[in-house]
């Protein structure tokens, strides 16, 4: 039975109004029937804009979408003004609604979103949650107001037609998701998912960057040098989102949920079904992410678990039974993981024997000696030799290039 006050319904109609009466709890359905509308719970918005619509193997219906908000009494009053989204009108109170029909196995998935967005303090890194409210068709649909953002990171690469980041973007765009991991991390969770479609962007102007060299000089570049190199590109604000898979750090994963997920970002000990892992999954992720900033495509785009082994050793070789350094003692493979091996041995499966590839030579123009050594410790085969989110923020790439990744705001 479908009832009259269903958010976003399964046949969503873009640019209607809409007035909806919702539970700040999933109460039983007899109980909300029955209840007198309040203004408390009364929010009224129009669909502007669908950005995703589907229904899942076990019902699930999820529905995003950019929405006009016009009952700003119900959002959060403590949180900065939202982001101005001038496309849709410079007046226009945008956010973005994302419901979720809930029923079978990832049931939990809304819930588990709203219980770490409400959990987690204030960070400009990291998705808001403006407002939140249950409706009912059968069971309870969850319905999450969040941050309005421009689109993910996904989009932004994929608009750039092989045009590379400005040296200073790329580090922008790390250093601000290295925060907001930082941040979920120090907070005692674990985002699961970190992937481009969940790394949310709004631009916010143009810059002239100062370029970024292979090999940086000892000393800063002077902003007021005239003759200071620039490369013209956008300026960005990055919010992590999608936690729908998020746990806490110190929970066992159901072997169910390590199916869920974007494969090509998915870290070894989760293909190889390890239960006990925990932060070093998320920065492995950020590795996988960090490569597709640098070279504009993904850097492991498997099709499944076992294909994905073999796009990991095709670009990292295969676990070592001795780690090399380099030159500056610096790691030159993806090091030792005899963990790894009996895994792999238990589930009948083959890490193949590949030699390692240059990272240096995979990207053009060459990036900073720093950055490649940051990506080598994140994308390390043992989880517990990979930098964590603090080693990452104090990671000498992104001292040498504070400056280069400024943006003045006039």
């Not at 967005?117 to 249950?134: G, I, K, S, T």
């Not at 998701?177 to 949310?200: K, M, Q, R």
């Not at 993981?337 to 053009?364: D, H, K, M």
Request: hydrophobic share 40%; aromatic share 8%; proline share 8%.
């Amino acid at each position: 039975m479908a009832f009259p006050f269903l958010p976003l319904p399964l046949t969503v109609k873009v640019g209607k109004r809409r007035a909806v009466v919702g539970s700040r709890e999933p109460t039983p359905e007899d109980t909300f029937k029955s209840a007198a509308p309040d203004v408390t719970f009364r929010r009224e918005y129009t669909v502007l804009k669908l950005l995703s619509h589907r229904h899942e193997p076990d019902h699930v219906s999820n529905t995003t979408a950019f929405c006009e908000w016009h009952t700003p009494a119900s959002l959060d009053q403590t949180l900065p003004p939202l982001l101005k989204m001038t496309r849709f009108g410079a007046t226009k109170r945008i956010v973005i609604l994302k419901s979720r029909l809930s029923g079978g196995r990832r049931a939990q998935g809304g819930l588990n979103e709203l219980e770490i967005l409400r959990a987690l303090p204030l960070h400009m890194n990291v998705v808001a949650l403006r407002d939140y409210f249950f409706t009912f068709y059968g069971s309870y649909q969850v319905n999450l107001v969040l941050d309005s953002m421009e689109g993910n990171l996904y989009h932004l690469t994929r608009c750039r037609k092989g045009r590379q980041f400005a040296g200073g973007l790329v580090s922008s765009i790390l250093h601000q998701v290295a925060l907001g991991l930082h941040h979920i991390h120090s907070h005692g969770w674990l985002h699961f998912n970190l992937c481009p479609e969940n790394i949310l962007v709004t631009t916010t102007c143009v810059h002239q960057y100062p370029v970024v060299y292979s090999s940086m000089p000892d000393e800063g570049v002077d902003d007021g040098d005239p003759d200071c190199a620039r490369q013209r590109d956008v300026a960005v604000i990055i919010k992590l989102a999608g936690f729908d898979l998020a746990r806490p750090l110190a929970a066992r994963i159901d072997p169910a949920d390590m199916e869920a997920g974007f494969h090509w970002y998915r870290a070894p000990e989760v293909i190889l079904q390890d239960p006990a892992h925990s932060a070093p999954v998320d920065m492995w992720a950020f590795g996988a992410v960090m490569g597709e900033v640098m070279g504009l495509e993904p850097l492991f785009p498997g099709t499944d678990d076992v294909f994905q082994l073999v796009r990991i050793a095709e670009v990292l070789g295969a676990p070592t039974k001795k780690s090399a350094c380099d030159a500056r003692d610096q790691p030159d493979d993806a090091g030792t993981w005899e963990e790894g091996w009996v895994l792999a041995r238990n589930l009948g499966v083959t890490i193949p024997q590949i030699p390692p590839q240059s990272l240096r030579y995979r990207f053009s123009p060459p990036p900073p000696a720093s950055l490649l050594t940051l990506l080598r410790r994140l994308l390390m085969y043992d989880p517990r030799q990979r930098q964590t989110s603090k080693e990452c923020l104090d990671h000498v790439y992104f001292r040498e290039t504070e400056f280069h990744r400024t943006v003045v705001v006039d």
